[in-house]
């Protein structure tokens, strides 16, 4: 199955996120059917991250949006334990610090976007511009309405100087959000990770539904595409996602660069090396 292209919103579409089950997986029944791929995808995200890395002239920025409990952190888990930790970093967007809050919107996500050969993921993003502050109104709507423009204009400049930028949406239903709710609850483990404004978030569902389909109708776009991941079973979102990802860098055509000395040169010194010895 082509996830990229099943999952993908198509540029100017008008999104209504109940046409998007958050229950789907395939053909799958459960995560042990699906291992085997899964596993694939993992060990060529390896191959192709290393790749990425030597090549050393492209990178990849990856943005993760989501009600919470949506899975952010388990997808980042997933994805980054198939990579190699030199060249993937993470950056998570809290609510800004004062020095975000004195300079531009976008400049905390230009500040962390990949250098030449790295993976970055965003946890969270410059997203949170039109999600959070758009509904509880921590700037007025003449501001935020034109945000999502500028987004558009950064990540087309971030996308002509080689950084190729995947946005997935993680969506839940909200029988989901609660299920998860009670689990962390229910779990001490988890209990580090609650916060009021999870539950007071809740109440504005519907104003988070409306956030997010303006940005997903208004910011996907073909060199920033957003991809709607049904994330109801983590185990269906990972594999979407991973090959996702695994399917956009195998059509960058990236190659190992020549090496930088004469290997014929270096074969010689080798076999007078190994005469030495012997
Ligand atoms: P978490 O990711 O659960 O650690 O929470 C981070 C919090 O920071 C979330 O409640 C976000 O909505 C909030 N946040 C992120 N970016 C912004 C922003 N630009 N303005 C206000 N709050 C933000
Ligand atoms: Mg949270």
């Not at 060529?44 to 030597?54: D, F, I, S, T």
């Not at 956009?248 to 190659?255: F, P, R, T, V």
Request: hydrophobic share 35%; charged share 30%.
């Amino acid at each position: 199955m082509n996830y990229f292209q099943r999952f993908i919103v198509k540029p100017d579409s008008r999104i209504n996120l109940q046409d998007s089950d958050p229950d789907y997986k395939d053909q799958h029944k459960s995560k042990k059917e699906a291992l085997k791929i899964i596993e694939h995808n993992n060990l060529r995200l390896r191959e192709l991250q290393e790749l990425l890395y030597a090549e050393h002239k492209q990178s990849l920025l990856i943005c993760l949006q989501a009600i919470d409990t949506g899975g952010k952190d388990g997808t980042i888990n997933h994805v980054l334990s198939a990579m190699n930790p030199q060249g993937c970093r993470v950056a998570c967007f809290k609510k800004p610090t004062s020095l975000e809050l004195d300079h531009d919107f976008l400049w905390r996500a230009h500040r962390d976007a990949p250098a030449k050969g790295e993976v970055v993921i965003f946890n969270r993003s410059h997203y949170e511009d039109v999600l959070v502050v758009r509904i509880h109104n921590l700037v007025p709507k003449a501001i935020w309405r034109e945000r999502y423009a500028q987004i558009n204009a950064m990540e087309k400049y971030l996308s002509e100087n080689k950084i190729h930028i995947l946005k997935f949406y993680l969506h839940i239903s909200k029988d989901e959000q609660l299920k998860r709710f009670k689990q962390r609850l229910d779990d001490p483990s988890k209990h580090w990770k609650i916060s009021m404004a999870d539950y007071s978030d809740r109440e504005h569902w519907d104003e988070y539904k409306k956030a997010f389909e303006d940005m997903l109708s208004k910011c996907s776009t073909s060199y920033a595409p957003w991809f709607i991941i049904p994330a109801n079973h983590k185990w269906f979102r990972d594999l979407a996602i991973s090959q996702i990802i695994r399917e956009h860098l195998e059509g960058l055509n990236m190659k190992y660069p020549p090496p930088s000395v004469d290997i014929k040169q270096i074969y010689k010194q080798y076999f007078k090396a190994k005469k030495h010895f012997s």
